[in-house]
């Protein structure tokens, strides 16, 4: 049970979800889909995965190297507050570039809505262990759920599909004991929160 866990909460890593929920949304085949030619898709999305995956990736093994956190896994609050912080200023420095990009204004709002969930994290850090990985899939939830309302797309499926997956990383989590179950719930709801607001008003 605890090597399926460990599986599930690897191949649902937050640090993956941003550059996965993109795609995603980019093969919707919807408005932003159309609006949005192949090569711009594609250097969104690796811009995202630079700035998401691959910087934040090489920080906290820097951080490891330096002995400044005890584990890349980031178990302690204390681990989590440098990388945190790190995560948060490239988020928002990566919405405040891409609005430099014309995209649709939805992206923007996921962009935002994004990095005010990193922020949200990093505030929560202070007082509790909140699960990263539920911010993660709240805010994957919310994207979907805000533009299946947004263009009124039949993806109730994948919604639902995607409250399931939640439930399956929150049950991992809880399997590692890596968290309880009110920072489980309180990832979910933090981050689809975080993501759906400005989703549904155009913040962004």
Request: hydrophobic share 55%; no cysteine; glycine share 6%.
């Amino acid at each position: 049970m605890r090597k399926a866990a460990l599986i599930t909460s690897y191949v649902f890593h937050p640090i993956f979800l941003p550059t996965a929920g993109l795609m995603f949304v980019f093969s919707l085949n919807t408005y932003i889909a159309q609006t949005t030619p192949l090569p711009k898709q594609f250097f969104v999305i690796v811009w995202i995965f630079i700035n998401t995956v691959v910087i934040p990736l090489l920080f906290t093994l820097f951080l490891r190297w330096r002995n400044l956190v005890d584990s890349i896994q980031l178990h302690s609050r204390k681990d989590r507050l440098v990388p945190f912080a790190f995560a948060m200023i490239l988020y928002f420095m990566n919405y405040y570039l891409m609005r430099d990009v014309p995209l649709p204004e939805i992206l923007y709002s996921i962009f935002f809505g994004s990095s005010l969930a990193v922020l949200a994290a990093f505030a929560f850090t202070f007082f509790t262990k909140i699960s990263i990985h539920m911010i993660g899939m709240g805010g994957l939830t919310a994207a979907l759920y805000g533009i299946g309302q947004t263009y009124d797309l039949p993806i109730v499926g994948l919604i639902m599909l995607s409250i399931i997956v939640s439930g399956l990383v929150g049950s991992a989590r809880y399997i590692l004991e890596s968290h309880d179950l009110r920072q489980i719930y309180l990832g979910w709801g933090t981050g689809f929160l975080a993501v759906y607001l400005p989703l549904i008003l155009n913040w962004g």
